[in-house]
């Protein structure tokens, strides 16, 4: 018995040594972590107290520069100011034909160099008012300073009287970022079905976050679109073998680049995507207009967009959530799940998940989506517990509804395009929107190119529907009012995008010639870039005009 209480003994005091070793050592391990992190800390504040000295040390020069050569002046400028600046190609080799900059009111210069260069460090030549020019407290020479301009440069005109602040961006050929595209053997793109491995090189530029950066990956791409796909220029889906950041947007591996061919101002699709960034509508596409090369062949300006589908960062409703779209193409195409209900007059397609006919996820969707078809034409429907809001959610229901109403958007009469939401346990939702190239007076059919008139409303049982619910039409009224508050920002808008692509529209138009000639179903031939876009403008803010008068009458 004692024998075996010394072995029992023995063994408790190696285990509890053994123990406390470990706590030892994970506790020993732990100082270590806390000394290094102090370690780096005390070195982070050491190299912040050296890099406030040498601004110091870095302004007093500056100062007594300044001071000595206001010596040798006769007066000194009050309000300094940047008067030229430009690239020479003498003293750049990087360039080939030297460069004149813009330089606008708000301080912004503008540089485009004719080349897709990848190399920004170049030596500006400038004229100025004042006394020096500086860039982080040191001064630059004209003719003879080295400046990096992959980001951009803020420079500052001074004197002892005043200063002026200047950022300039420097952009290659139009500005935009270029997306190049290797398909595997260079072959062509001839299939909406069928996916061609490739290679993809995406080189920003300084308007997007640097244009240094550069984005490689691989993936599969196909043709995409209805109509469009039998337009002389091509739309294509994008689908990378791992998910990626495309300009600085949210992992994927799906995203799609839009054409825009029968769009001359290119802007459409940016206008609603506009208009759903500032509404209630939960998501929007993320949108960047890239210069694509497919093969070696420069084939324009593309809208590189999230593709539309459930994720985390697209339509957020969850793992158990739906995503539909009210599309009359549906029964004609492979592989797709959908379903009818008595007042949408075409098929609803389950777009995301994949679903299988009379499966728990199918009956689920069709169920739902029924029921508050039926609560809509109840006899009680305006009932805000019973009626159609315990299954629509008034408020994307409204905006989305206005956002195609105003673009008179041909196929948001529940024809396609039209997609709605749903998370189990909540409430079906419209959006996002989506294809709008036709729409704002795009279209020569439906009467659809007249700035006056009801489009959606008359033909659209639902929304016909709720046009007679008091409730509905009381938030209706008081949205149109934020947007129509709303109408010059976006009219800028428009002018801000169409200001950023006036370059590329003039690469795209040396490919396509489409400005001076007819392509279906446009209204009709406005010539010159500026012509497209100001027509556009002035069906919008038109179509804004006859649009408040109706609702004031509601």
Sequence with gaps: MTRMFYLF???????????????????????????????????KIDALKQQLEDNKNKGDLLKQKLDSLEKEMDSVVEYPELLTLSFLADDNAGIKKSVMCEIRSSGVINCWLPERNSDKKLIPRFTFSGTMVIKDSMEVESGATLIDFSEPVKLSVISSKGSKDYVIYVHSRTGLPVMEITTEDRKEITSREEYISAHMKLTEDVMTRSGSEIVEGDLMIKGRGHTTWGFDKKPYRLKFEEKISLLGEHKDKSWVLLANYVDKSMLRN????????????????????????????????????????????????????FLFEIDQRAPRKDGTRYFYVDHIGVSVNIKDPEVEYDDSKFTYAKNFVTAADNALFSSNFTDPEEGWQKYMDMDSFVDWYLINELARNNDAIFFASCYMNLEKGGKLKMGPVWDFDLGFGNINY??????????????????????????FVA?????????????????????????????????????????????????????????????MKDWLNKRFIWMKDEFDKL
């Design 270 to 321: 940016r206008l609603a995507f506009y208009f759903s960034r500032i509404s209630n509508l939960e998501w929007t596409p993320s949108d960047h207009f890239v210069e694509l090369i497919l093969n070696g062949e420069y084939l324009g300006t593309y809208q590189l967009c999230e593709k539309v589908k459930i994720s985390n960062h697209r339509v957020a409703v969850g793992d158990d959530g």
């Design 446 to 471: 439906n009467d659809n190119f007249l700035c006056e008139g009801f489009w959606i409303k008359k033909r659209v049982d639902w929304y016909s529907r709720l046009y007679k619910d008091p409730a």
């Design 475 to 535: 938030r209706l009224k008081e949205r149109f009012t934020f947007f129509f508050n709303h109408k010059e920002e976006v009219l800028n808008s428009i002018g801000e995008d169409a200001l950023y692509l006036r370059h590329s529209v003039t690469e795209n138009e040396s490919v396509w010639h489409t400005f001076y000639r007819y392509s279906w179903p446009n209204y009709d031939i406005w010539g010159s870039y500026y012509n497209e876009v100001q027509q």
């Design 9 to 43: 003994y023995v063994l408790l005091t190696a285990f509890f040594l053994t123990a406390c070793s470990e706590d030892i050592s994970e506790y020993t391990s732990r100082v270590e972590e806390l000394k290094n992190e102090n370690d780096s800390e005390r070195q």
